[in-house]
């Protein structure tokens, strides 16, 4: 019985399964990690390194690319501004051609004298007091009715608007205009003097509607010219 068994135990010792041995396994643990580690290896490779970048060459384009964006902005700017002029100079253009704009006739003057009697006399205008040899122009547009020594107004200039109203400008040093001419509204038409009655260099300005000379304050406030507060609407 004994023998029996002993020869039955050693029959299954005969046929167990032989495991695997331990060192195929950590082979191919070992290899697949240096495969990955190759990979990496390569990969890496193929990217630059920063540190092997030559500084000057990175100040170099940072320095192109700052230079490349302030052209651009500079170029928008200059655009611009371009646009802005020639839209200024457009609305100066249309303001000068237009036939209903009413202008000073110069700044920077003090305001003396006013329409009204003075004595027994009437003092038929609004006298302008400014340096000799300031220049001045027309206030509105029109043709020039007369032009050069007018009696009392010294040299002078006046201006036909064609809707029954004229402005005298007087005391001048001299004029650039002559008789026929037209005008527009800004043209410079003469330089501020001293001639005729006057007391010192001055421009005095007279309006007239249908021949009849009136208070030029209130007439030109109707035209938007504030002649006492040096204002008017084309520069508002």
Aim: aromatic content about 6%; proline content about 5%; glycine content about 12%.
């Amino acid at each position: 019985m004994r023998q029996r068994l002993s020869s039955e135990k050693d029959r299954y010792r005969g046929r167990r399964r032989v495991p695997t041995p331990p060192r195929s396994r950590y082979a191919i643990v070992v290899t697949g990690a240096f495969v990955g580690a190759g990979v990496v290896a390569l990969g890496a490779s193929a990217m630059p390194d920063a540190k092997a970048v030559d500084p000057q060459v990175l100040d170099a384009l940072h320095g192109t690319a700052v230079d490349n964006a302030l052209q651009e902005r500079g170029q928008s700017a200059e655009k611009a501004s371009r646009s802005d002029d020639r839209s200024a100079d457009k609305l100066a253009t249309s303001l000068a051609d237009s036939s209903d704009v009413w202008q000073l006739p110069l700044t920077g003057y003090t305001f003396t004298n006013p329409y009204g009697m003075q004595g027994k006399q009437l003092h038929a205008g609004i006298d302008l007091v400014a340096p000799e040899g300031t220049p001045f122009a027309a206030m509105h547009a029109g043709v020039v009715k007369e032009a050069g020594w007018i009696g009392g107004y010294g040299m002078a200039v006046i201006i036909d608007h064609g809707d029954g109203t004229e402005v005298i400008y007087g005391h001048a040093r001299q004029v650039f205009v002559q008789k026929g001419q037209e005008v527009k509204a800004g043209d410079m038409i003469g330089l501020v003097g001293s001639t005729g009655h006057a007391y010192g260099s001055q421009l005095c300005i007279e309006t007239q509607v249908d021949g009849e000379s009136t208070d030029p304050i209130p007439f030109l406030k109707e035209r938007e010219v504030d002649i006492q507060l040096q204002v008017a609407s084309i520069y508002g």
